[in-house]
């Protein structure tokens, strides 16, 4: 997110590469930027592409002659110059008409020490003589230095873009522009016009009135900021605070949960084992009666195969009141009653709409005016 202006901004940088602003162009918005760098930053575009303004994100239209044809940002431009200015070296440098007269020459050639502002020359003091006393007047001639520089940069902003040699005197209402006398009387003819300096005395009470109107606005939404802020912590908090109960809600179901399978298990485990003991009792019944009549078997078939006429009679009464005592016994009809055991899982499609752990539920916070963050 863009950084807020402050009053500590250097107007003379370019926010995307961060370098002293080179040919800056003005985007609708006004922010401004290098001509190259928003030519990089807008690689993948083309001419009648809306794009966002790399600072504020504004949509803007790319030209159709392309970035190139955007306003360039004079004020910046300004800017930039008095720090260049500021900034120069004071190291010599040659006479221009010195270095013109004797090119190809091997004389020495002297030492520019003032500036002609009507020539628009750096001369030496010799050659600055004629220019002091011309005919019609003598040329503005300054001494060379920082304080120059600054004056050239002033005079410079104030000549037309179209007439290089005209010093813009007129405001167009119509097109938005500064305009020299052979503009207003070309091509701005039927346009309403004012004097440059009227002109700004009259937009500036305008320009303030907007600018504490901004300076409000901005109070205003540093405002809403904090406010947001202190919203969005306390929402912070509470999204913890529900996440806190949902788990804890969840784990009261899991251990609901594991409570009831613990139930089922042990029931389970409680009919497997009562099953179990009844098998054994059945199996030890059903183990003796076949042992007791094998071996009423075997003693039979021993005393009717060996025994005397007098064993058979003598034992004849006894086996058949045992033969029918086991018959009577009837062991085929010993049960273990095994219990067929079966489970029946919940419906988990009809569980998750009882919401099992609870309900969900979200609202917009607003504050005691009703409004919505």
Known sequence: MAAAASDATD?????????V???PKALPC??????KCLQRYFNDNSPGNEVPCPLCRTQFKIPSDGLRALRHHFFIQHLVDAR???????DEVACEVCLEENKGSSEEISTATVYCIDCRQKLCERCSRPHRRMKDGSHQVKPLGAELEQELIQL??????KHKDKQVELYCYYCDENICLTCSAVKHRNHKSGEIPEVAGSFKPRIDEDNKRIVSAVNAVRQRSEKMKHYALEFACKIESVHKKVIEAGEAIKCLVDHQVSECISQLQSVKSDSAKRFEVGQ???QLAIVAMESFHTYSRELLDKGRPSDVTRAASELHKRATELLDSDVTSVQCRLRHV?????DVTQLTSFQLIGKLSTTYISDKHG???
Do not use: M
Not at 11 to 19: D, G, H, M, N, S
């Open 21 to 23: 602003f080179d040919n």
């Open 342 to 346: 079966t489970f029946s899982p919940a």
């Open 30 to 35: 006004l922010h401004g930027f290098c001509l």
């Open 371 to 373: 409004n919505v963050f």
């Open 284 to 286: 030890e019944q059903l």
């Open 84 to 90: 260049n200015a500021a900034s120069k070296s004071t």
């Open 11 to 19: 107007w003379t940088v370019c926010t995307i590469c961060l370098e």
């Open 156 to 161: 410079r902003a104030s000549y037309c873009d």
